[in-house]
């Protein structure tokens, strides 16, 4: 479930909650909508956990960096490393 269907359902919960008076038999609508809220903070604190996680395009959590030195002789070395 992503951040867009979490709040969604996080505002679909509250209307359904604080906004209609329906009295029905069998089921009740402000619990519905309580469920509703609880499940989109539920999947929006996960989506928020993973989104955190995610090491971008790649998936990697190293950088390669190449870099060019000089050393005691004058000539130029290339060093490449996992930063």
Known sequence: MG???SI????VGAILDFAVKVQT???NLNTIGLILMIVGALGLVLSLIFWGSWG????SNYRRSRRVVR???GTYVEEEGRY
């Open 71 to 73: 050393d005691g002789s």
């Open 56 to 59: 971008g395009f790649g998936g």
């Open 8 to 11: 969604v359902l996080i505002a």
């Open 3 to 5: 951040v867009g269907t």
């Open 25 to 27: 038999k069998g089921f």
